[in-house]
């Protein structure tokens, strides 16, 4: 990509409970976090700068954080409020050019390129513009990385948020002085076991990859990680050079690639095969209505599955492959409930998960001789109808309403969390 592109990455600051914070004036001076204030075991998923001060972080225990700070209000999450809201910080981005990508609800991308003149030419002032737009639409503070490529402003976004005015600049010309001198596991999609293996190899900082040949990194990376190293190694330099060539695109980039539900539980209440079939159905109907939304059946059914009794903890997945591709919640059950059946160690649930990959234009369909696939799909969109239109709760199994059942839960919620 070109050097002159200015692209920026505006990240929303602790964007849940900002919202909530705007959304409550009463809390302006109070310490906010979002989370469930009637599960102390549960996470909390962000936390206003009062809140941070007094060491609670986002994924910490409700409970721990309400014991570092006594006076934490602790408010539930809204998630269609808070996809709301996104999609309005959205068009506001909109207005200043039409190039805007979505990295995640509350971070985007936006190249400024062919749009700054016509905002008079001030990088700086745009952005302050786009900032104070924001905060007045939404009430929700802004920080912006500028690179000329994404994932330089995405790396430049992690110094913005540090500075006062929240705007920072990586260029290739600073990229010696002030990204390079930081420790390699501060560097984008560096995850602990990536920095391990760097640390290993005699790697400390991100100008020790970016400062190597590229053919020397890969015969490091090869000795420790193997032969099928090679893409992980020009990706992790590239990036350590702020070398990326995607431009900044919008609407879906990707045709997915599976469809997938899974469910955390409670694991003391999922011990017996007649309590945790039920969950299995229920995340089985989920999956094969989203697939049928996107028109795709599935050749393949995974599982994912979590046990523990609260001392022992084990963890595994398996998958196989369907007679024929399907959406069929009665065919993609089967296969997945056979999969848990086999692999199920006895011991309480504590997460569960399904997904069919593979996917296929479900326009074309195998007959079967003894059974009608064409009528079985008709019935199973008929219903998904009324489920779109009356909301999932219209239609329901009756396992449903039995106490392991979550789907009436899930009805109100989005993404796992309240609506």
């Not at 229920?282 to 609260?310: F, H, K, N, P, W």
């Not at 409930?337 to 399904?354: E, H």
Request: hydrophobic fraction near 40%.
């Amino acid at each position: 990509m070109p050097k002159d592109r200015i692209i920026l990455l505006s990240d929303c600051q602790a964007f849940y409970a900002s919202v909530e914070k705007a959304a409550h004036p009463e809390y302006k001076d109070k310490p906010v976090a979002v989370g469930d204030p009637t599960r102390m075991n549960g996470i909390v998923l962000a936390a206003c700068p009062i809140a941070k001060a007094y060491g609670v972080t986002t994924a910490s225990r409700v409970g721990e954080a309400m014991t570092k700070c006594r006076d934490l209000v602790v408010i539930r999450p809204r998630m269609s409020t808070y996809i709301k809201v996104s999609l309005l910080i959205s068009e506001i981005y909109h207005s200043y050019t039409d190039l805007v990508e979505a990295f995640s609800i509350d971070e985007q991308f936006l190249d400024v390129t062919g749009s700054l003149s016509f905002f008079g030419g001030d990088l700086q002032e745009v952005i302050h513009s786009i900032q104070q737009h924001v905060m007045l639409s939404t009430g929700v503070w802004t920080r912006v990385g500028i690179g000329p490529t994404k994932i330089l402003a995405k790396m430049a976004n992690n110094f913005a948020k540090k500075k006062d005015g929240g705007i920072f600049r990586l260029d290739y010309d600073n990229l010696d002085k002030e990204l390079w001198p930081l420790p390699v596991h501060e560097m984008f999609m560096v995850a602990g076991r990536m920095s391990k293996n760097f640390y290993r190899m005699g790697i400390t900082t991100i100008g020790d990859i970016a400062r190597m040949e590229l053919g020397e990194f890969k015969r490091r990376m090869r000795t420790t990680m193997g032969k099928q190293s090679d893409i992980q190694a020009e990706y992790y330099w590239q990036t350590a050079r702020g070398i990326d060539p995607s431009p900044v695109v919008t609407g879906i980039r990707h045709q997915i690639k599976s469809v997938g539900h899974g469910k955390a539980l409670r694991w003391n209440l999922y011990t017996r095969l007649t309590e945790i079939e039920v969950v299995l159905l229920e995340l089985v109907i989920e999956v094969c209505q989203r697939a049928r939304r996107y028109r795709y059946m599935g050749a393949t059914v995974s599982i994912a599955v979590s046990e523990t009794d609260g001392d022992k903890s084990n963890s595994y997945s398996r998958q196989m492959t369907l007679p024929e591709p399907s959406s069929l919640t009665h065919e993609v059950a089967a296969a997945a409930y056979r999969l848990f059946v086999d692999n199920w160690t006895g011991m309480p649930l504590s997460r569960l998960a399904i997904s069919i990959s593979h996917l296929t234009d479900d326009s074309v369909m195998q007959l079967t001789l003894f059974d009608d696939r064409i009528r079985t799909y008709n019935r199973e969109r008929a219903i998904d109808q009324i489920k779109t239109r009356y909301g999932s709760r219209a239609l329901i199994r009756a396992s449903s309403l039995l106490e392991s059942g979550v789907a009436l839960e899930r009805a109100e919620q989005i993404g796992g969390h309240y609506k």
